[in-house]
């Protein structure tokens, strides 16, 4: 069912021919493509952290699938058996559009249309993947936070059984197994990402007619046990 | 999650040998057994948590006529060229396999309340603890004069996907240049309120493709229908011209068809017709007025766990019950299976029951990447199933608003199939 679905986007992408993005970019405007596009997710730089995704030092020529503690999509984890390895061609292919590259990937991410803006953002990942000891003195770029939220509110410890119970409204659209194609995947977020895009939607920050519904009837403690179980949903 | 499913197999196999053993089924062992009647967004939704949730503690039975089931939701799709019928079809596999539910392709055709039991087309009696009943929706008889089962070929309903959709497709694409496809829209309460609506702009954007001079006819009992603004705001933008609708104030609640003739006669005007799709008025499937729970034509529940008011022991979900304000529709459907299945599985094993909630979004295609929904929360009260908030979409929407609400809901149907069908 969800193979089939994904037909059209495959025959979409294949009829526009498919442009490589040229080695040799511009890592400056690269790092605005990457805080603009990346970085509600990813984190690169000293002391990257995992976060909904995983952190990107290094990545360059490493394997797919190896970065410690981070719960990889199934689909990725059979590319990356397989024998998936990052370079600059793979790296292109996946970020120009990902789920065709691996079909259920968690990644929430439409895909990067422009050759040229995929040249300047690798030719920006590039910087921290030469040798560990090059990655420069600068802070890790930190998630693109569009909502604050009270400390005291995001050290509520949820209760994953009522989160599961609670996430059975969550999944009549977003899938449970992480899939996602149209609605975003929302499994295995670090709890604290989780909650402060909730009570963005429940405080109307962030925009979205049915998530600020959903949002807005859940209780602090309620959106914290959501948090729980999504974080561990295996 | 993997490990309970391994866990499964073995139940799934001890099923199956039941199945060749004589009539009563599940007496061998005290497991607590439900009953799920209806594969559909309610029904399979529900057999489907009782199963996961209760880790093979409860016995689940669910009974469906159809090997393959296809989705109301999005047939419209189908008929407009937006998807393959393929597309829309399920099979309950994996409800089998991996969740080890008893799928029964049979009909239920009986219920003792007294003895809890239910009896099927295939001379099987299934004995239950909770029965649960999703059967969607039937017509009412005599609810369009002229049409009835038996002219479901001529003048399809398409109403209950599958070959009625396709049949309906292959219908407006013969039409004669320039012809006409007429729809008999039903009166309130009925599946899928935005569903008629949707239809016409698929049938419009199909027609504008292979028969641009055709017209739509459309007879509509009702003043005022789901997402008018919005719906007659794309009318005029994508299909200027070629939709009429004929509310009540000019007789479109009067209305006659002759399915040999094709002909339809609204207040007393007779129009000559090239396909007609007939939506007659709906009741509850007619398993729930066998059992006895019907009040007029629907099964009146109780909120909180959606208990018949008239059995407490059988529970109705979906466009069968009268439940308050959620529309019928698949979602609503899906968000009261999960309420069920929490509160079932708490009354037959004593795991903790969560308060009831409850939630309903219906997407429309109205024309290639023109999206529109509509949506609301509800909540459990004494007396009915109460709206708590809700939103539509706004007219004038930027067409980048539209696109992505388009894709939003094939996200949606991706992720409500695999919610009912694992």
């Known amino acids: 069912m969800v193979r089939r679905a994904l037909f059209p986007a495959i025959l979409i992408a294949g009829l526009g021919g498919p442009v490589a993005a040229q080695v040799g970019g511009d890592p400056e405007r690269g790092e605005v493509l990457f805080r603009s596009d990346c970085a509600s997710c990813h984190q690169v730089g000293q002391g990257a952290r995992n976060r909904v995704g995983p952190h990107l030092n290094g990545i360059f020529d490493r394997q797919a699938g190896q970065i410690e503690d981070f719960r990889y999509s199934e689909d990725m984890m059979l590319r990356a058996n397989a024998g998936l390895k990052w370079d600059f061609e793979s790296l292109d292919r996946y970020i120009e559009n990902p789920r065709v590259f691996v079909s259920r990937t968690r990644m929430n991410y439409a895909g990067m249309e422009s050759a040229e803006d995929r040249s300047d953002l690798l030719a920006y990942l590039r910087l921290f993947s030469a040798d560990p000891a090059n990655i420069p003195e600068a802070a890790p770029t930190a998630a693109a936070v569009d909502h604050e939220v009270a400390p005291e509110i995001l050290a509520i410890v949820g209760d994953p059984a009522y989160g599961e119970y609670l996430s059975t409204e969550c999944t009549s659209c977003h899938q449970e197994s992480g899939a996602a194609n149209g609605i975003p995947s929302i499994t295995n977020w670090p709890a604290d990402v989780f909650v402060t895009a909730m009570h963005a939607y429940k405080e109307g920050v962030r925009e979205h007619n049915v998530m600020e519904m959903m949002a807005s009837r859940l209780s602090n403690e309620e959106i914290a046990a959501l948090a729980a179980y999504f974080e561990n949903i295996e | 999650m993997k490990l309970n499913r391994r866990a499964f197999i073995g139940t799934a196999a001890a099923g199956a040998a039941t199945l060749s053993a004589p009539m009563v089924m599940g007496a061998a062992h005290g497991k607590p057994r439900v009953v799920v009647v209806g594969g559909g967004a309610g029904g399979a939704t529900a057999a489907r948590y009782l199963a996961k949730d209760s880790n093979g503690e409860i016995d689940v039975t669910l009974i469906e006529p159809t090997r393959h089931y296809y989705t109301c939701f999005f047939s419209n799709l189908y008929i407009g060229g937006f998807r393959s019928i ?5 099979s309950y596999g994996t409800l089998a396999s991996e969740y080890g539910i008893n799928v029964l392709h049979d009909w239920a055709t009986g219920v003792d309340r007294d003895a809890k039991t239910v009896s099927t087309a295939g001379g099987y009696t299934l004995p239950y603890d909770r029965l649960i009943l999703s059967p969607g929706i039937d017509f009412v008889d005599g609810a369009v004069p002229g049409w009835d089962i038996s002219a479901q070929d001529r003048m399809p309903h398409a109403y209950k996907a599958g070959s009625q959709t396709e049949l309906l497709k292959a219908q407006i694409e013969a039409m004669p240049e320039g012809g006409t496809y007429a729809m008999v829209a039903p009166p309130n309460p009925f599946r899928c309120p935005p569903g008629p609506y949707e239809r016409v702009s698929m049938v419009a954007h199909l027609l504008k493709q292979i028969n641009p001079t055709a017209k739509i006819l459309i007879a509509d009992p009702k003043q005022n229908f789901s997402k008018q603004a919005l719906f007659e705001e794309g009318w005029n933008r994508h299909y200027s011209g070629m939709i009429e609708r004929i509310g009540p104030d ?132 004494e007396e009915k199933i109460a709206k708590v908030d809700g939103f539509v979409s706004d007219t004038g929407e930027s067409a980048e608003v539209r696109a992505a609400t388009y894709q939003e809901s094939i996200g949606w149907y991706d992720g409500i199939t695999a919610d009912m069908f694992g």
């Not at chain 2, 393929?86 to 399920?90: A, E, L, P």
């Not at chain 2, 006659?256 to 509850?284: L, Q």
């Not at chain 2, 529970?315 to 299976?337: E, I, R, T, W």
């Open chain 2, 86 to 90: 393929d597309s829309i079809g399920h």
């Open chain 2, 250 to 381: 000019f007789g479109g609640g009067n209305v006659e068809v002759d399915p040999e003739a094709m002909t339809v006669t609204i207040d007393g005007s007779v129009t000559n017709v090239d396909a007609c799709n007939v939506i007659p008025a709906m009741k509850a499937g007619r398993i729930a007025d066998i059992a006895g729970i019907t009040e007029g034509n629907w099964a009146p529940v109780n909120a909180a766990d959606l208990s018949s008011k008239m059995d407490e022991n059988i529970h109705v979900l979906g466009d069968a019950c009268a439940q308050g304000d959620m529309p019928k529709s698949g979602f609503s459907a899906n968000s009261q299976a999960k309420v069920c299945a929490n509160a079932v599985r708490g009354a037959l094993t004593g795991s903790t029951v969560f308060p009831a909630r409850f939630a309903n979004t219906c997407w429309s295609l109205i024309d290639t990447d023109d999206g529109v929904k509509v949506g609301a929360t509800y909540e459990a009260t």
